[in-house]
């Protein structure tokens, strides 16, 4: 009995336990398939950061802003206050993020121009960029400097469309892979295939830049089918209009985002094209884009998108990166201090159509030259020069350079009416081109000593309503004298990108030579627009050539 009992004891506990094992592996079974499809139900966050066009500009200065229609100056920018940012954001989202910068990085300040870039490369290093690309004035101080500087940031560049002229080999890797959060995120980029039109054809020597169509579509494929990317970023220094209108083109179907640069657009909620969005985060370390995507199964599921002010009073300086950035400084911060004399008018860029620095400066050169009319093709850049509560502000050598990057020679040259205004309407379709590939740069063509009226929206050749030179209608017949700058490396009779110059002369002196005399014989100079472009058909002041678009400048 008792044998009996125990044996029955021992089977019921065997089946009990057998029960029980049975109930623990259903139930282990039950959670791992909970836990999958809680897994496959999540939503992963992933923040991207875009920086743009700093051109040189490491420390916080003066930015423009529009509120209520006026201008106004905030201080803004520096790129150790940039790097608390992205650790705040990467605090916020660890694992999550992804750090971006889109070009146009190493040219635009005195420091940059009196280290040929070399500043750079320690600072960039011990900042928490992922990748980084290059811009169109990354070639500034030739091809090899250009090399030398990029590869000393210590991070991935990627570009697919610059290669080695000796070689024919891409100079850098075309894209990047990148898994995030179990996301796989893909990057292409590109630069201006124009870099050698836009900039001084000798910046570029040695370097061959391709188009996008010779291999964007390959790359899309290989991304997509190959490397199984989930979302797909193009990254591009093309400027606005060409990168909204890559937007529309069914060959980069598969691309999510277009993260632009080059044009300095402040956009704060992007762009839609009929097959991706697009970004472009502002310039000279003022701004942050930070795009997050809630992302589910592979597939962005939700999207917020901001344009952080980089307002120095709200992210202070990271202490690590600011005492690199003062120790690379300091060699040149007593030679940057120099005054050269004062404004007790702002001094800024941005406007599309005419703007008080330009202005300065080609009065400036027809001041020294005594030419009929003095051209620029001017930057969209430059920080403000804003007079304090005295009514005045110095003008420093570091402005000089913030003004006029680049320091060559003037050039003096001859055209008849008639090439001066064919060739206006050449640069006016430039800008205002109904067709976006047909635009070039972002502004009109600086000038003094002449005054223009035109209509953006006329057809091409027919924009041009007036021009008047010393107070006199433009003589087609008449040879006018023309000063501007030597662009190295273009052919002699080019002037200003002006083709057919005739009696060209290049001077012994620079630029920045002349602004230095004019501000030294001047004082203190008061710049302003004065009506000498005018666009009768658009609003006043234009700041975005971008038309049909919801976006405003601001």
């Known amino acids: 009995m008792k044998l009996k009992s125990k044996h029955t004891f021992l089977s019921a506990i065997s089946i009990l336990g057998l029960a029980f094992v049975t109930s623990c592996q259903s139930s282990n079974v039950q959670e791992q398939a909970e836990n999958q499809a809680t897994a496959e139900d999540k939503v992963e966050t992933i923040t991207i950061l875009q920086t743009a066009d700093i051109h040189g500009q490491l420390l916080p200065h003066k930015e423009m802003f529009i509120e209520n229609g006026e201008f106004v100056f905030k201080e803004r920018g520096g790129i150790a206050n940039i790097q608390t940012i992205f650790k705040q954001v990467k605090a916020e989202n660890p694992g999550g993020t992804v750090i971006v910068d889109g070009g146009d990085l190493i040219q635009g300040s005195a420091v940059a121009a009196l280290s040929e870039g070399a500043v750079f490369g320690p600072v960039i290093k011990a900042m928490d960029y992922d990748f980084l690309i290059p811009g169109n004035w990354e070639v500034i101080f030739g091809s090899q400097k250009m090399r030398n500087v990029l590869a000393s940031y210590g991070k991935p560049v990627v570009c697919a469309n610059i290669y080695d002229e000796a070689t024919s080999e891409m100079l850098y890797k075309p894209y990047m892979v990148k898994e995030v959060k179990g996301v796989k995120l893909g990057f292409i980029s590109y630069n201006d295939p124009e870099v050698p039109v836009r900039q001084n054809p000798a910046f570029s020597k040695g370097l061959i830049f391709k188009q996008l169509e010779d291999n964007i579509q390959p790359l899309i494929k290989e991304l997509k089918e190959e490397q199984k990317v989930d979302i797909l970023f193009l990254v591009t220094h093309l400027g606005i209009s060409k990168q909204l209108y890559l937007a529309d083109q069914e060959e980069i179907k598969g691309v999510d985002f277009i993260l632009g640069n080059d044009t300095h657009e402040r956009i704060r909620k992007p762009l839609q094209g009929k097959y991706a969005q ?147 309407e050449k640069e006016l379709h430039n800008v205002f081109a109904e067709k976006p590939l047909e635009r070039f740069g972002g502004w009109v063509i600086r000038f003094s000593g002449m005054e223009m009226t035109f209509n953006a929206n006329a057809p091409k050749g027919q924009r041009v309503q007036s021009i008047t030179v010393g107070g006199k209608p433009l003589d087609p017949n008449k040879v006018y004298t023309m000063g501007a700058c030597l662009r190295r490396g273009e052919p ?63």
């Open 278 to 424: 697009v970004v472009e985060p502002g310039a000279f370390a003022s701004f942050v884009g930070r795009l997050d995507l809630d992302v589910k199964d592979g597939k962005i599921v939700d999207q917020r998108y901001e344009l952080i002010d980089v307002d120095p009073a709200k992210y202070p300086a990271d202490p690590v990166v600011q005492k690199i950035v003062d120790e690379q400084m300091a060699p040149y911060t007593e030679k940057m201090a120099r005054v050269l004399g004062y404004t007790s008018t702002p001094l800024y860029r941005y406007l599309v159509v005419e703007n008080p620095m330009d202005n300065m400066i080609t009065d400036a050169v027809r001041w020294k030259t005594g030419v009929d009319i003095a051209i620029s093709n001017g930057f969209r850049f430059g920080s403000p020069i804003v007079p304090d509560a005295s009514g005045k502000a110095a003008i420093t050598y570091s402005d000089l350079w913030n003004m006029l990057p680049v320091n060559e020679n003037v050039k003096t040259g001859k055209a008849t009416g008639k090439q001066i205004q064919d060739w206006m």
């Open 492 to 554: 002699d009779d080019m002037l200003c990108r002006m083709p057919g110059a005739t009696d060209p002369k290049v001077l012994d002196y620079t630029i920045h030579d002349v602004i230095e005399e004019y501000l030294k014989v001047h004082g203190t100079v008061a710049p302003k627009t004065d009506g000498r472009a005018r666009a009768l058909d658009l609003p006043a002041p234009v700041l975005s050539q971008l038309p049909n678009v919801d976006y405003v400048f601001r």
